[in-house]
Antibody, heavy 126, light 107 residues
Framework: QITLKESGPTLVKPTQTLTLTCTFS??????????VGWIRQPPGKALEWLAL???????RYSPSLNSRLTVTKDTSKNQVVLTMTNMDPVDTATYYC??????????????????WGQGTLVTVSS | AIQMTQSPSSLSASVGDTVTITCRAS??????LAWYQQKPGKAPRLLIY???SLQGGVPSRFSGSGSGTDFTLTISSLQPEDFATYYC?????????FGGGTKVEIK
């Protein structure tokens, strides 16, 4: 059974750096084809993809936040850490980590976000 | 970045109705599209992937169709537990992008 859980501060001040940890079980990030993603959702607004890290250390970032984001994986601890610098009140959101699974159907290989953490609300305020 | 335009942004429907939600991509994304359901205070749940493949455990009243730029999520015989917000996600190229969401409310 795959589970993920986000942890980190609930309140950060503007200009500070946010560090969120995703601790997961039920899969390994050393398994080929697997990844962990981060997605956020401001209160009352739509989902926004932030970043991905794959089993092979491939990292992908949202261009609009690229310079502020870093994801690192610790395979031995089953953890992925998201770091976001220079936080602003507009970054107030629920942050989710997700399992990046893959499928092969009708000769097509693809990915999806099939398991999600419960999310953690991060408020940016002085 | 590929823009995903979802419509309508909200709709009212009754139990038993058939509901259709559409998502349009700003360029061809083949069938690399997923649909998610989100209830208040909860994480999104994967319903459909590869445009039309039903995720395990999802009721068969949910179906997806489309390819290229135009996609549809259909909920047949709407049930009380289906009142939620639905999002599409293009998984064709980075950055991955979501639609703006469709809130399905009780009429």
């Amino acid at each position: 059974q795959i589970t993920l859980k986000e942890s980190g501060p609930t309140l950060v001040k503007p200009t500070q750096t946010l560090t969120l940890t995703c601790t997961f079980s039920g899969f390994s990030l050393s398994t080929s084809g697997v990844g962990v993603g981060w997605i956020r959702q401001p209160p009352g607004k739509a989902l926004e993809w932030l970043a991905l890290v794959y089993w092979n250390d491939d990292e992908r970032y949202s261009p609009s936040l690229n310079s502020r984001l870093t994801v690192t994986k610790d395979t031995s601890k089953n953890q992925v850490v998201l770091t976001m610098t220079n936080m602003d009140p507009v970054d107030t959101a629920t942050y989710y980590c997700t399992h990046r699974g893959n499928y092969y159907a009708s000769s097509i290989f693809g990915y999806y976000f099939d398991y999600w953490g419960q999310g953690t609300l991060v408020t940016v305020s002085s | 970045a590929i823009q995903m335009t979802q419509s309508p942004s909200s709709l009212s429907a009754s139990v038993g109705d058939t509901v259709t939600i559409t998502c349009r991509a700003s360029q061809d994304i083949r069938n690399d599209l997923a649909w998610y359901q989100q209830k208040p205070g909860k994480a999104p749940r994967l319903l459909i992937y590869a445009a039309s493949s039903l995720q395990g455990g999802v009721p068969s009243r949910f179906s997806g169709s489309g390819s290229g730029t135009d996609f549809t999520l259909t909920i047949s015989s709407l049930q009380p537990e289906d009142f939620a917000t639905y999002y599409c996600l293009q998984d064709y190229s980075y950055p991955l992008t979501f639609g703006g969401g469709t809130k399905v409310e009780i009429k």
